[in-house]
């Protein structure tokens, strides 16, 4: 019987090993979810690291536990982790795939790691692997491994998903090993990203890096034909609808900031420690708009968590000052005796507290610089079960293509979100509701499931296509 193999980097699951105790903890994730009524399934099996560094004497024992999950480790060392992980993925693709090209570090020996690491991924793909299975391999830090697979398995099903965005032309051809991702990437019969330009930007790279013929959205290679596609990334509506409506913790949390805030009205912004998230120019922007509107003093408060995120890095780290600073100076200035304008952590909380803030906050405040899709802002739709509140979406998140009833923002243009808080803070009623209802349908219709199914199901296709072109 055939299987499925879905890869990334790391497995739903984190592996903990204290004083040689061995714990798992299952990832809350959309992607674990959405995957999950897949992998368990059959024969089917997840490849991925485990999250931590295991000793060789203990690595058996890891796989064994695993192996009852479904799940399938690839083991990495403190190496592989310093150079293929922070450094190649972290700060050459991360970066230039967000538009940050300065902040990238071409260093060979990341280089060296990457490719050792996607042949590790191989090889554990080998070990299970058999003709007729399909594999659905993801994101960015495994760009080289579908090409390296195609070499072993010549007409095995792959697909690959990218999570982040594809950069254009101009940015991506930077990258001194830009010929190879991309032929890595051509290994498989489908590759997909979140938006239409993503797609567009990569089939602009292949075509004029490797000087490849294209027709549309499918392009030729090594006698292949690769078809290249949008899907857009839902979430798991249900669950986070349902945690405001049913949910004990959740209803209990949202009573507290209920007496917490009487009287404040909260704008809610959760991100990752990151350069991409644009969290300094989202602190600019409230800065000018408490300046501007003083009538807002005491009745308006940004709760602004920042979970943190590769803060031992140079970047991070000075972002993580320059976060510290810009709060203090705004709530210093601003702040009363009995009001704090920004509210802010540096830490993550449960999804029972994030659920009670998407439900409590009138507003949700999304401005990345650049972002592949963006899940909060999604999240934030399918908890408003009053069908009220104001999403503030940057039209750098992919979430903006589909999202178009948010007040969409150019996040470079502090004034213009400023602007936005003011509209938002003034919009009726019945406008909220329009837009919002609008935005739950569409959450709600393409949400996770719907993503894997819709992607499983063009693989598919896409392997018949090009399985009755190889006939003629
Ligand atoms: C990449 C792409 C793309 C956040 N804080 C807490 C917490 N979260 C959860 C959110 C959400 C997830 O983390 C963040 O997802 P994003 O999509 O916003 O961002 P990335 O992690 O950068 O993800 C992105 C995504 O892949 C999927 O393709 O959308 O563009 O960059 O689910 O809820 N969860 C908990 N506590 C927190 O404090 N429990």
């Not at 991924?121 to 491994?145: M, N």
């Not at 913790?249 to 009573?255: A, F, K, Q, T």
């Not at 830490?347 to 990345?368: D, G, K, Q, W």
């Not at 909060?376 to 009220?388: L, P």
Request: aromatic share 10%; proline share 3%.
């Amino acid at each position: 019987m055939s299987k499925t193999i879905i890869v990334s980097n790391r497995l739903p699951v984190k592996v903990n090993i204290t004083d040689g105790e061995l714990s798992m903890q299952a990832s809350e994730g959309g992607l674990a979810t959405g995957l999950g009524s897949i992998y368990k399934e059959g024969n089917n099996v997840w490849i991925g690291w485990p999250g931590t560094e295991v000793a060789e004497e203990q690595q058996k024992h890891v796989t064994n536990q695993l192996k009852d999950l479904r799940l399938s480790p690839v083991f990495l060392t403190k190496e592989d982790i310093l150079l293929f992980y922070e450094g190649f993925s972290n700060e050459i693709l991360w970066p230039v795939f967000h538009y940050m090209s300065t902040y990238a570090r071409y260093e060979d020996e990341y280089w060296e790691s990457y490719r050792q690491v996607n042949e590790k991924f191989k090889t554990a793909i080998l070990q299970v692997a058999e003709a007729g299975d399909t594999i659905w391999i993801h994101d960015y830090q495994l760009l080289l491994l579908a090409g390296l697979i195609r070499r072993e398995l010549p007409n095995i099903t792959i697909g690959f998903f990218q999570h982040i965005p594809f950069p254009s032309y101009e940015l991506f051809r930077l990258i001194p090993w830009r010929s190879e991702l991309l032929e890595g990437m051509l290994g498989a019969d489908l590759v997909g990203f979140h938006t239409y330009d993503d797609a567009r930007h990569f089939l602009s790279a292949a075509t004029r890096i490797l000087q490849l013929q294209s027709s549309s959205n499918i392009v030729t290679y090594n006698q292949r034909s690769v078809v290249v596609e949008s899907f857009p990334m839902g979430i798991d509506d249900t669950k986070f609808n349902d945690l405001v409506l049913t949910n004990d913790e959740v209803r209990n949390n949202i009573s507290h900031l209920e007496e917490s805030f009487t009287n404040i009205r909260m704008i809610l912004s959760i991100d990752r420690l990151d350069y991409s998230k644009g969290i300094l120019q989202r602190l600019q922007a409230f800065d000018i708009f408490l300046q501007e509107h003083p009538e807002y003093k005491e009745k308006v408060s940004l709760y602004m968590i920042v979970v943190p995120s590769r803060d031992t890095v140079t970047q991070y780290k000075e972002l993580r000052d320059e976060i510290d600073k810009l709060v203090g100076n705004i709530n210093a200035r601003f702040r009363t005796n009995t009001w704090s304008p920004v509210n802010y952590f540096y830490r993550s909380f449960p999804l029972e507290m994030l659920s009670a803030l998407y439900s409590f906050a009138e507003i949700c405040l999304v401005t990345p610089m650049r972002d592949g899709m963006n899940l909060v802002c999604k999240e934030y739709v399918a908890s408003r079960t009053h069908n009220d509140g104001v999403l503030i979406l940057s039209e750098m998140a992919g979430a903006s293509k589909e999202l178009i009833d948010a007040i969409i923002v150019n996040p470079n243009n502090v004034r213009q979100m400023s602007a936005a808080l003011v509209e938002a803070l003034n919009m009726s009623e019945d406008e909220q509701v329009r837009r919002m209802t609008q935005m739950r349908m569409l959450v709600s219709k393409y949400n996770i499931t719907n993503w894997v199914k819709v992607f499983m199901e063009r693989l598919e296709e896409t392997k018949r296509l090009q399985l009755s072109l190889q006939a003629r």
